[in-house]
């Protein structure tokens, strides 16, 4: 199966996505389909041996819409601006036209006050009522062409049996302008009373105040995707390559896999690569959220965007264009911001059967009206133009994609990148966590936790004579040793001598003094003594801390003891869990001893202790037979099983690709705190589509019946309907400032 997004334009409301997410869902060869009218999106799903990318698209413009092309960044902008600049254009334009319409229209109805030119307008609607006419006739003709694409669109739809957003405004609007046209010919024919049935300033109202919503529809669209903006105008436009000892200024997009480039202080990394020269600190917060700069030396890995902030450096390209760590980023929200929430499902079937149920109910209302009234077609046509207007469903149509793509954007602005709306409501769901412990909880990496001498040794001499001893070896617990020492600015004896024994430790000469260090097995071995050690060995092997004996001259001299220490974060982030209700569990091949002893430490609720990888999985699977919702938390390949079978997989951003690429959610800090963020960034985002939704549906279910009572001007309905988008748009807008 292959995956592709589609840009779709044309789409005026989530009936016109329902529709097209049907009609493609219905083609042979396709799995899934769904289209985000928000973002304007068609994310598709297909099997390419079946039907092909051109068949996609020309169903997609059979239906009636246009595929935008794939754009930069800076183009997409512009193409929004000129967007926005158009919608204005046209409502400003309807504006100056509808206001002395709608005063021409309304001030000859008003007697209890005299309003400017009032006595002008009596006189000429009641003594040269064809010139009145025609004057409303000339105001509408602007209006009507600025609101043209509800007609174009809108009867396209009708015809198509799908009838949309756009079909409501244009029969509506029609029914006025046609109506008034016939009383204009009557008035013409000598019937003057005709003059009082004009409907062209209810016609040009309602079109303007259409206009102004879909225009501030359109720049709240704009405001939804700013995250995207944001990360893709991190990157630089250029970098400077090193050819033959000399810099060259060249488009990033001409960098090639392999090419030296150079970076100086405050400027930006072009694209992703290893450091080959030169020494730095490099801030990365636009990918990790971390404020404090991370230092780089030779060998050091540096990413696109992040910022060079001390020295002058040399790295070889390794990542270019679409593949570097910020472009695959860029591609994981675009993704969740094109998918849909299962919530989002709701919407879209009401939309499906919600715009021919109106068009039902207005022609019905109308038709009942016209019999109760013996044939008042005036007052008819009036329910039947309010109930078309005050039913539009846009507002439902936005009340889900839009908050999925603020919450979504949010998370990246923040480090944490949710991949799909499915993950984001899933989220706020979970009632138990399975976290991974290696590179999870803990660091991921041995480190020096005591330094116990006995007898006259001193601590610090114990540690020195361990780390030179140490110096020369490969494995993870003597390089912990050594780091330990380096870290607390020992100096290193000279060492000779120096032999690793495989499974057992090391033997050097230091310090003039032989030196074994090791497990107990190779103490054992050389037939030292560790009676005096028991005791404090015992307690170390509770907390589970690895002991590793020194012995000086063939006596025992102490101990040195390592641990994979437990992050900062996670004794909060676990407590703070707790507090949401949600249960804790540990995973870990580790032996039981060791893992209680991680557990016991930071509160753990269960420990599943000697797992092997291929069985972390199951486990997943027998906590989720209980009925609950599982989120699995881990970064080794080992745990991709595990994090793919979890209702919600969350992967440490410094994990592998393979763990990475199998979760639902990527927490670029590494920083187990952000999990407890993502599950309240969750629940605030589906709270929002909720309000939106309760007050979408409310709303159309209120105002539908108060229009076919007759209790609703047409003019009052748009305005209404105009206000409810507003409203539901600053809802959405307002997640934006929600502090995570």
Aim: aromatic share 6%; net charge neutral.
């Amino acid at each position: 199966m292959d995956t592709k997004t589609i840009n779709i334009k044309g789409m005026s409301c989530a009936s016109c996505a329902a529709a097209l997410e049907k009609s493609l869902s219905k083609l042979n060869g396709v799995s899934t389909a769904s289209v985000n009218f928000a973002s304007e999106k068609a994310l598709i799903v297909y099997d390419p041996r079946v039907i092909r990318l051109p068949y996609l698209r020309e169903a997609i413009e059979k239906a009636g819409y246009v595929i935008a092309e794939e754009k930069k960044i800076e183009d997409n902008q512009t193409d929004r601006r000129k967007e926005i600049r158009k919608m204005w254009t046209k409502f400003i334009i309807s504006a100056v036209f509808t206001f002395p319409l709608l005063y021409i229209a309304m001030v000859p109805m008003i007697n209890f006050f005299n309003l400017p030119f009032s006595s002008e307008l009596h006189h000429i609607m009641e003594r040269r009522p064809l010139t009145y006419a025609l004057i409303e006739l000339l105001l509408i003709i602007p209006v009507i062409g600025a609101g043209n694409k509800f007609y174009t669109a809108g009867f396209k739809a009708f015809l198509r049996l799908s009838p949309n957003m756009d079909s409501l405004i244009a029969m509506g609007t029609t029914a006025a302008a046609l109506y008034s046209f016939y009383n204009v010919w009557q008035i013409a024919k000598g019937n003057l009373e005709a003059v009082e049935s004009l409907y062209f300033e209810c016609a040009a109202v309602i079109i303007t105040l259409i206009l102004l919503g879909e225009t501030l529809e359109t720049i709240a669209k704009g405001k939804t995707g700013e995250a995207i903006k944001k990360l893709m105008g991190l990157t630089p436009k250029t970098a400077f390559i090193i050819i033959e000892g000399k810099e060259k200024e060249i488009p990033v997009e001409d960098v090639k896999v392999g090419d030296i480039i150079s970076v100086k202080p405050g400027s930006k990394i072009p694209v992703d690569g290893t450091v080959t020269y030169g020494h730095t600190s490099i801030d990365e917060s636009m990918l990790t959220g971390e404020s404090i700069p991370v230092d780089k030396a030779e060998g050091s890995k540096v990413y696109a965007a992040s910022i060079n902030t001390t020295g002058t450096i040399q790295f070889r390209a390794e990542k270019v264009g679409s593949v570097t760590m910020l472009a695959q980023i860029i591609k994981l929200v675009e993704d969740a911001q094109s998918s849909k929430a299962p919530i989002a499902k709701l919407a879209d079937i009401v939309s499906g059967y919600f715009v021919p149920a109106v068009c039902t109910v207005a022609f019905v209302a109308g038709i009942i009206w016209l019999l109760i009234t013996g044939g008042d077609i005036k007052h008819s046509l009036t329910i039947f133009i309010s109930v078309l207007v005050i039913a539009c469903p846009c507002a439902l149509g936005l009340a889900t994609p839009c908050a999925i793509m603020v919450g979504t954007g949010k998370g990246a602005e923040n480090g944490i990148l949710i991949k799909s709306g499915l993950a984001l409501e899933t989220t706020h769901k979970i009632n138990a966590i399975v976290f991974d412990k290696t590179g999870t909880i803990t660091e991921g990496r041995p480190s020096v936790t005591d330094v116990i001498p006995i007898g006259a040794m001193e601590q610090n001499y114990l540690l020195r004579l361990a780390a030179s001893a140490e110096a020369g070896s490969e494995h993870p617990l003597g390089l912990a040793v050594v780091m330990d020492a380096l870290n607390k600015g020992l100096e290193f004896f000279s060492t000779r001598d120096f032999n690793s024994l495989t499974g057992l430790g090391i033997e050097a000469y230091s310090d003039g003094k032989k030196i074994i260090a090791g497990n107990r097995r190779l103490m054992d071995e050389r037939g030292i003594s560790l009676a005096e050690l028991e005791a404090v060995s015992n307690k170390l092997a509770d907390e589970g801390k690895t002991p590793i004996y020194v012995a000086v001259d063939g006596k025992p001299a102490g101990i040195v003891a390592v641990s994979d220490i437990i992050k900062p974060s996670s004794k909060k982030a676990i407590e703070i869990l707790h507090n949401m209700g949600i249960e804790v569990n540990m995973i870990t091949g580790d032996n039981k001893k060791t893992a209680n002893a991680i557990a016991g430490q930071i509160g753990i609720d269960r420990v599943l202790a000697d797992v092997l990888p291929k069985d972390k999985a199951d486990e997943v699977k027998k906590l989720q037979a209980r009925g609950i919702k599982v989120a699995m938390v881990g970064d080794g390949i080992n745990d991709a099983p595990a994090l793919a079978q979890a209702d919600v997989g969350i992967a440490i951003g410094s994990g592998t690709d393979v763990a990475m690429e199998a979760a639902d959610i990527v927490l670029m800090r590494s920083d187990l705190s952000d999990v407890t963020t993502a599950i309240n960034l969750s629940r605030a985002t589906i709270k929002n589509i909720k309000q939106n939704l309760f007050w979408a549906f409310g709303y159309n279910t209120l105002g539908i019946p108060i229009a076919a009572l007759g209790l609703l001007n047409p003019m009052i309905a748009a305005a209404a309907m105009c206000f409810s988008d507003i409203s539901l748009l600053l809802n959405v807008l307002r997640l934006k400032k929600y502090k995570l």
